[in-house]
């Protein structure tokens, strides 16, 4: 007998209260990195109406204005009309960012210290993280969260570029599929819940997005004459972003990753320098587990690394390729093992990490993003050929 289910994941666009305030903190990180590559970063940012709050630890060589970094995030995700009661010309900034802990740099930092083990740079907390690939579509990602990312960037460019003036930034979408023996063969819901100017009424929002959303990024083979094809559901939606929920960073960890497809350890992403290993070494688990899919010797694979503060060596390093594996769970770990460091500053390096290149990362997920490989080198499959080779032998 086959093996039905549904699986269900969601996206949401760079308005939401959330991802304003992940874009935000990625602004000050990006800001700090172009001046000073050896940044501590922890930038947190919490939106209400037309407040913006800055928390955290920076230690930083890095001189500019913080006003104008928030300023110009603010704008570039679009709240720039004045009937949205949060925009870029009448916010309030409250900064309270403070400077790291000793305490923890040490740790992090490479030099020796008292009752430190070693001088290597150390991971900047403990922490699990978790990677994953699936050859499902063709960045290897789950089709659910793939597709919800889809239609969230496509809503973003239909609003940008003018096409429906009427669309305001904060928006969310969700993609249902039927999967039969753990393969995508249908979609069964789409739901897509947009911001709106208060000049246009439900029914068209409707008609516009079916027509130029949802026919357009869904392919066709995928729906069915049962396919739920929600748009706007409430019936309204003028008042939203921070003026309608109060937003924090590092809320939207599951859209940032697999869309609940793979497993998570808890850690947010934006606003973090790569020394906190919760970023860092969940993008390198990405790096591995795409090219261990991508070399052809699983289709489906999931990475658990496990580290400890101020230690620079992951205390575990666990695989699972879910019964999908053309060679045994052993050899591929010991590939991983013999290609990849899961060292923090071997990463840093690998992933060339010690520039300002987050603000690209924050929207429309962290991983799978084949736009500019350039700066999302955990997206590569360079290594691809050598795990082949050494798995084989």
Request: proline share 4%; with cysteine; hydrophobic share 35%.
């Amino acid at each position: 007998m086959a093996d039905r289910y549904i699986f269900s994941s969601e996206s949401v666009t760079e308005g939401h209260p959330d991802k304003v305030c992940d874009l935000i903190s990625d602004s000050v990180l990006d800001a700090c990195l172009s001046q000073d590559p050896a940044s501590r970063v922890a930038c947190e940012t919490m939106v209400k109406d037309n407040l913006v709050v800055l928390g955290g630890e920076i230690t930083t060589n890095a001189v500019f204005d913080y006003h104008q970094v928030v300023k110009s995030a603010i704008e570039h995700i679009g709240y720039t009309h004045h009937d949205c009661k949060f925009n870029s010309d009448s916010f309030f900034l409250v900064n309270a960012l403070g400077k790291q802990s000793q305490d923890i740099a040490q740790g992090v930092d490479a030099r020796s210290a008292e009752h430190k083990e070693t001088a290597e740079q150390g991971a900047g907390d403990q922490g699990i993280m978790f990677g994953y690939a699936v050859r499902e579509t063709d960045s290897l990602m789950p089709a659910p969260i793939d597709y919800s990312h889809r239609l969230g960037l496509a809503i973003t460019e239909l609003r940008k570029s003018g096409t429906h003036p009427w669309l305001r930034p904060d928006s969310k979408t969700q993609v249902s599929m039927e999967y039969v023996n753990n393969k995508p063969v249908s979609v069964t819901a789409v739901v897509v819940s947009t911001m709106h100017a208060a000049s246009i009424d439900t029914p068209e929002i409707r008609e516009h997005l079916k027509r130029d959303l949802i026919d357009k990024v869904i392919p066709a083979d995928l729906i069915t004459q049962d396919t739920q094809i929600l748009i706007n559901p409430t019936g309204r939606f003028v008042v939203g972003g921070p003026e309608g929920d109060c937003g924090l960073t590092g809320r939207k960890i599951i859209v940032d990753t697999y869309g609940g497809m793979g497993r998570h350890g808890g850690g947010a992403f934006s606003g973090k320098d790569p020394s906190k290993v919760d970023r860092s070494a969940a993008y390198m688990c990405r790096w591995v587990a795409k090219n261990v899919v991508a070399a052809g010797l699983a289709d489906r694979c999931e990475l658990q690394v496990a580290y400890a503060i101020g230690h620079p060596e992951p205390v575990s390093v666990h695989v699972e390729t879910f019964g999908t594996g053309h060679v045994s769970d052993d050899k591929i770990v010991r590939a991983i093992l013999e290609v990849f460091s899961f060292k923090p500053a071997a990463i840093i390096s690998q992933l060339n990490l010690l520039r300002p290149i987050f603000r690209k990362t924050t929207n429309y997920g962290h991983l799978g993003r084949q736009d500019d490989l350039d700066a999302i080198t955990w997206e590569r499959t360079d290594k691809a050929d050598a795990l082949r080779s050494l798995a084989a032998s």
